[in-house]
């Protein structure tokens, strides 16, 4: 076909980018024009009929040819238009409260508190389930829960039945979303979906809670989203400075990341089909055969790493383009054909659209297909202008990542702007101090998960090695986003700007080729990131930096490790990100070494961030985790502390009638082969040589009632030299339990110099407490906060109304809602609180 077109040999080759472009040109057209189906799809047949009697004609064929993909990209938008489908979801929004069946077609995406589904609807009832109807499309589902490993929430493939109004999609939605549901009732059904899938994605979270074992927060979210391109709770307070530094690529997917697996597994198999002797001898027809299956037989293997790859990191829109085209980069060798950067982007955009045309309004999509393009394009044409800096020691490799970044960065200027409403300026320079260790991040993360998957203590002294340069990627974006005038925001941008943007940009880039044109790159290329051509001279002094700052940066961590000189008390102020402290937690650390958790407060991510500053971060085991009571505001941390650290025993009080929480609480103990214990009143924990923790409620068995939340919370008395602390937690808003400890525990046992609440705002203490605070007779009390009701939080009252029992007592009190973290130090010379 190309042979015959001899009036445009600039075309040469890029036949397949011409009918690309013209496929997706189509596709936005109809988007415009809403033309009927029945139209293009007769007009397509009436060009197919042109394209093969102008055969021969080159010209008038390469015109059949772009008007036959025009009117086919027109006729598949047409088809699965919402407007023009009134079974699609989006024509059941504003109708009131329905029935749906449907498919969670992705996997779940996990935010603080809740989970957004992607299910795939494939009928509705609007009379309460009596009958049934026929309809499709993609609609998106919050619902409460943001734990990555729940067995009992919705997974990919699952079927499931909603009760719920359908409403508009959220902002910023995916493009395939029609509608979208908040929080409605939903039950599984039964399972289903590709099990190949099924079981990629659940490799990837088994890798992610890897990963979380081994390392602490947040550079554990950090690896995590560079090496899977999966965003954690955890990594929210971080995920708004890698978009302000123009490095939101580091945890996206992208091409970069597959070339460089694809080229630690083709170096690793090229053993395979490798010549065994130095002779250049010619090989014999049966040799030649062997050969060639040696090397098809390496390039699968290849395929298969990218493939697998390509869903771990997702499988979303950015990850499927960088996979397609790496799978071309690695069998156009096979056909003795040159890899083509042009053609395989236009491939790989093609056969995306052709399967789903929203595709092409998908910011991601559309960031990692431009961004590809303006790294082809205007790489050569930004390193023009930094000659002059070669000549500098690194001055190549400085040159190329700058150039790289300028880009890809000019080609999604509008796209960035629309997405993030923020430009980056301060980009290039962020990139230039982080880009050159995505290799070794991503290779040292390999290492870690394979190691951790045959033992974690393999996988945590595995994660050694790559903890510092974790810490130095997130410290430096942290720095350089808070940086006066690192981004610029923008706002209420005019939708015509991307279009003139554009064409400005295409007039530029054809004067500087026709200007320089030495600068124009080869259609035809093998093909590699401009960062990796450099990696051969850089590459061995960043291998003996990389182990120099290894050594350094452990040595100097243990050596400055402070040692236990006494018992300290951290109660932990945890709370959802720029919100006040809810829940609580308590750290204890002993003279001689252990360390137990009391409770995790409501949010896990603000847990994390507390705790792992605290502990060493080779540190990744506790002697004990002590769960008071199965209210969320003080499981939800707790649950996520015995998913990620080593635990010695898991301690509670059980519960008559599980809640789902609780549920997931045991069933991770399980999982996990966690020693656990219930105790009941009279049972002594110790912690140390030093410290002792009893157990003063609750008895057996527990108490049947309304509230057992509360009725049945642990009451711990903690005893140690100069010390002794009550820990009367949510029990203090019990008159079942206050009663009981009254009439069950002799006074001595009462006696503290510390006595520790929970207060819950709008909610009076029982009387019984003033008694018991009587008895105690304590110097200090501390009250922690229960989690708060949304109309408390928006009305910002965050602190608990102190009765006049509390007021008119000799003691102090503090509450942790206004003053934050607080540590209570104890030795052989008494105690004191900071």
Same mark, same amino acid.
């Given at each position: 076909? #190309?042979?015959?077109?001899?009036?445009?040999?600039?075309?040469?080759?890029? #036949?397949?980018?011409?009918?690309?472009?013209?496929?997706?040109?189509?596709?936005?057209?109809?988007?415009?024009?809403?033309?009927?189906?029945?139209? *293009?799809?007769?007009?397509?047949?009436?060009?197919? $009929?042109?394209?093969?009697?102008? &055969?021969?004609?080159?010209?008038?064929?390469?015109?059949?040819?772009?008007?036959?993909?025009?009117?086919?990209?027109?006729?598949?938008?047409?088809?699965?238009?919402?407007?023009?489908?009134?079974?699609?979801?989006?024509?059941?929004?504003?109708?009131?409260?329905?029935?749906?069946?449907?498919?969670?077609?992705?996997?779940?995406?996990?935010?603080?508190?809740?989970?957004?589904?992607?299910?795939?609807?494939?009928?509705?009832?609007?009379?309460?389930?009596?009958?049934?109807?026929?309809?499709?499309?993609?609609?998106?589902?919050?619902?409460?829960?943001?734990?990555?490993?729940?067995?009992?929430?919705?997974?990919?493939?699952?079927?499931?039945?909603?009760?719920?109004?359908?409403?508009?999609?959220?902002?910023?939605?995916?493009?395939?979303?029609?509608?979208?549901?908040?929080?409605?009732?939903? =039950?599984? =059904?039964?399972?289903?979906?590709?099990?190949?899938?099924?079981?990629?994605?659940?490799?990837?979270?088994?890798?992610?809670?890897?990963?979380?074992?081994? *390392?602490?927060?947040?550079?554990?979210?950090?690896?995590?989203?560079?090496?899977?391109?999966?965003?954690?709770?955890? *990594?929210?307070?971080?995920?708004?400075?890698?978009?302000?530094?123009?490095?939101?690529?580091?945890?996206?997917?992208?091409?970069?990341?597959?070339?460089? %697996?694809?080229?630690?597994?083709?170096?690793?198999?090229?053993?395979?089909?490798?010549?065994?002797?130095?002779?250049?001898?010619?090989?014999?027809?049966?040799?030649?055969?062997?050969?060639?299956?040696?090397?098809?037989?390496?390039?699968?293997?290849?395929?298969?790493?990218?493939?697998?790859?390509?869903?771990?990191?997702?499988?979303?829109?950015?990850?499927?383009?960088?996979?397609?085209?790496?799978?071309?980069?690695?069998?156009?060798?096979?056909?003795?054909?040159?890899?083509?950067?042009?053609?395989?982007?236009?491939?790989?955009?093609?056969?995306?659209?052709?399967?789903?045309?929203?595709?092409?309004?998908?910011?991601?999509?559309?960031?990692?297909?431009?961004? +590809?393009?303006?790294?082809?394009?205007?790489?050569? %044409?930004?390193?023009?202008?930094?000659?002059?800096?070669?000549?500098?020691?690194?001055?190549?490799?400085?040159?190329?990542?700058?150039?790289?970044?300028?880009?890809?960065?000019?080609?999604?200027?509008?796209?960035?702007?629309?997405?993030?409403?923020?430009?980056?300026?301060?980009?290039?320079?962020?990139?230039?101090?982080?880009?050159?260790?995505?290799?070794?991040?991503?290779?040292?993360?390999?290492? !870690?998960?394979? !190691?951790?998957?045959?033992?974690?203590?393999?996988?945590?002294?595995? =994660?050694? #090695?790559?903890?510092?340069? *974790? &810490?130095?990627?997130?410290?430096?974006?942290?720095?350089?986003?808070?940086?006066?005038?690192?981004?610029?925001?923008?706002?209420?941008?005019?939708?015509? @700007?991307? &279009?003139?943007?554009?064409?400005?940009?295409?007039?530029?880039?054809?004067?500087?080729?026709?200007?320089?044109?030495?600068?124009?790159?080869?259609?035809?290329?093998?093909?590699?990131?401009? @960062?990796?051509?450099?990696?051969?001279?850089?590459?061995?002094?960043?291998?003996?930096?990389?182990?120099?700052?290894?050594?350094?940066?452990?040595?100097?961590?243990?050596?400055?490790?402070?040692?236990?000189?006494?018992?300290?008390? +951290?109660?932990?102020?945890?709370?959802?990100?720029?919100?006040?402290?809810? $829940?609580?937690?308590?750290?204890?650390?002993?003279?001689?070494?252990?360390?137990?958790?009391?409770?995790?407060?409501?949010?896990?991510?603000?847990?994390?961030?507390?705790?792992?500053?605290?502990?060493?971060?080779?540190?990744?085991?506790?002697?004990?985790?002590?769960?008071?009571?199965?209210?969320?505001?003080?499981?939800?941390?707790?649950?996520?502390?015995?998913?990620?650290?080593?635990?010695?025993?898991?301690?509670?009080?059980?519960?008559?009638?599980?809640?789902?929480?609780?549920?997931?609480?045991?069933?991770?103990?399980?999982?996990?082969?966690?020693?656990?214990?219930?105790?009941?009143?009279?049972?002594?924990?110790?912690?140390?040589?030093?410290?002792? @923790?009893?157990?003063?409620?609750?008895?057996?068995?527990?108490?049947?009632?309304?509230?057992?939340?509360?009725?049945?919370?642990?009451?711990?008395?903690?005893?140690?030299?100069?010390?002794?602390?009550?820990?009367?937690?949510?029990?203090?808003?019990?008159?079942?339990?206050?009663?009981?400890?009254?009439?069950?525990?002799?006074?001595?046992?009462?006696?503290?110099?510390?006595?520790?609440?929970?207060?819950?705002?709008?909610?009076?203490?029982?009387?019984?407490?003033?008694?018991?605070?009587?008895?105690?007779?304590?110097? %200090?009390?501390?009250?922690?906060?229960?989690?708060?009701?949304?109309?408390?939080?928006?009305?910002?009252? +965050?602190?608990?109304?102190?009765?006049?029992?509390?007021?008119?007592?000799?003691?102090?009190?503090?509450?942790?809602?206004?003053?934050?973290?607080?540590?209570?130090?104890?030795?052989?010379?008494?105690? +004191?609180?900071?």
């Amino acid at each position: 076909m #190309i042979k015959h077109i001899k009036l445009l040999p600039e075309l040469r080759g890029l #036949i397949l980018v011409v009918v690309a472009v013209a496929w997706m040109a189509g596709i936005l057209l109809e988007s415009w024009l809403l033309l009927p189906s029945g139209a *293009l799809l007769f007009g397509a047949t009436i060009a197919l $009929g042109s394209v093969i009697l102008l &055969w021969r004609n080159g010209r008038g064929m390469l015109v059949s040819l772009i008007i036959l993909w025009l009117l086919l990209g027109a006729w598949r938008y047409a088809i699965v238009s919402p407007p023009a489908d009134p079974q699609a979801i989006s024509a059941s929004i504003g109708t009131g409260k329905v029935d749906l069946r449907g498919t969670v077609a992705d996997e779940p995406k996990f935010s603080d508190r809740s989970s957004s589904l992607q299910i795939a609807v494939s009928s509705i009832s609007k009379n309460g389930g009596s009958s049934w109807q026929d309809a499709h499309g993609q609609l998106e589902v919050q619902i409460l829960g943001g734990s990555t490993n729940n067995p009992y929430g919705p997974n990919y493939g699952d079927d499931v039945e909603l009760q719920g109004k359908v409403q508009p999609p959220f902002p910023h939605h995916s493009p395939e979303v029609l509608a979208s549901m908040i929080f409605p009732q939903l =039950s599984i =059904s039964g399972s289903g979906g590709n099990p190949i899938l099924a079981a990629l994605f659940k490799l990837r979270l088994s890798l992610a809670a890897i990963i979380t074992q081994s *390392l602490p927060q947040p550079m554990a979210a950090v690896l995590i989203a560079i090496l899977l391109s999966m965003h954690t709770p955890a *990594l929210g307070p971080l995920l708004q400075a890698f978009k302000e530094t123009g490095t939101a690529h580091l945890i996206a997917p992208s091409g970069f990341k597959v070339t460089i %697996l694809a080229g630690f597994v083709a170096a690793s198999t090229r053993w395979f089909y490798k010549r065994r002797d130095n002779q250049a001898k010619p090989l014999l027809p049966a040799q030649k055969r062997e050969d060639n299956w040696r090397r098809w037989l390496a390039a699968s293997l290849v395929i298969l790493v990218i493939i697998v790859y390509t869903f771990l990191s997702g499988g979303g829109p950015a990850a499927l383009r960088a996979g397609i085209m790496g799978i071309l980069l690695v069998i156009a060798p096979r056909f003795g054909r040159i890899y083509n950067i042009y053609t395989a982007l236009a491939l790989s955009a093609l056969i995306m659209s052709m399967f789903n045309v929203f595709v092409l309004w998908d910011a991601g999509f559309q960031l990692s297909f431009l961004g +590809t393009l303006g790294i082809v394009m205007l790489t050569p %044409l930004f390193l023009r202008m930094f000659r002059p800096f070669e000549r500098l020691p690194f001055g190549h490799s400085m040159a190329e990542t700058i150039a790289v970044t300028l880009a890809a960065q000019t080609a999604t200027l509008p796209i960035f702007a629309f997405t993030f409403n923020q430009v980056s300026l301060i980009a290039p320079v962020t990139n230039l101090l982080t880009v050159p260790l995505l290799g070794a991040l991503l290779s040292l993360g390999i290492m !870690a998960c394979v !190691a951790g998957a045959i033992s974690i203590q393999l996988g945590i002294l595995s =994660s050694w #090695i790559i903890w510092p340069l *974790l &810490w130095y990627t997130d410290h430096i974006v942290s720095l350089c986003a808070s940086l006066p005038g690192a981004f610029q925001s923008v706002n209420n941008l005019d939708t015509r @700007l991307p &279009w003139c943007y554009y064409g400005i940009l295409i007039l530029l880039i054809s004067f500087a080729l026709h200007r320089w044109p030495e600068q124009r790159q080869p259609h035809e290329v093998n093909f590699a990131p401009p @960062l990796l051509s450099a990696s051969p001279r850089i590459l061995p002094v960043l291998r003996y930096a990389a182990v120099l700052v290894v050594i350094l940066a452990s040595g100097a961590t243990v050596a400055a490790a402070p040692a236990n000189e006494q018992l300290t008390i +951290t109660l932990l102020n945890v709370g959802p990100a720029g919100k006040s402290s809810q $829940g609580e937690a308590l750290l204890i650390r002993t003279v001689d070494g252990k360390t137990a958790l009391i409770d995790g407060g409501l949010d896990a991510a603000s847990l994390a961030q507390e705790l792992d500053s605290r502990l060493p971060f080779w540190q990744r085991s506790i002697d004990a985790v002590i769960l008071t009571t199965p209210k969320q505001d003080h499981l939800v941390g707790s649950q996520d502390v015995i998913n990620r650290f080593q635990v010695g025993e898991v301690v509670d009080a059980g519960m008559l009638h599980p809640s789902t929480g609780y549920a997931l609480w045991r069933h991770t103990i399980s999982s996990r082969n966690l020693p656990y214990s219930q105790v009941r009143e009279g049972t002594s924990i110790p912690l140390g040589t030093q410290v002792t @923790l009893q157990v003063l409620w609750p008895p057996s068995p527990l108490h049947r009632g309304s509230d057992e939340e509360q009725d049945n919370a642990l009451v711990v008395r903690l005893v140690a030299p100069q010390l002794s602390m009550l820990l009367l937690g949510a029990a203090a808003l019990s008159k079942y339990a206050l009663s009981g400890l009254l009439t069950t525990i002799e006074p001595a046992y009462l006696h503290a110099d510390v006595v520790q609440v929970v207060g819950e705002v709008g909610k009076d203490f029982p009387i019984e407490l003033s008694t018991i605070l009587q008895i105690a007779h304590p110097s %200090l009390i501390i009250i922690t906060p229960a989690a708060l009701s949304p109309k408390l939080r928006k009305a910002g009252i +965050t602190s608990t109304v102190l009765p006049p029992q509390f007021v008119n007592g000799s003691w102090q009190v503090i509450q942790t809602a206004k003053m934050g973290t607080m540590e209570i130090s104890s030795s052989i010379t008494g105690w +004191t609180i900071r």
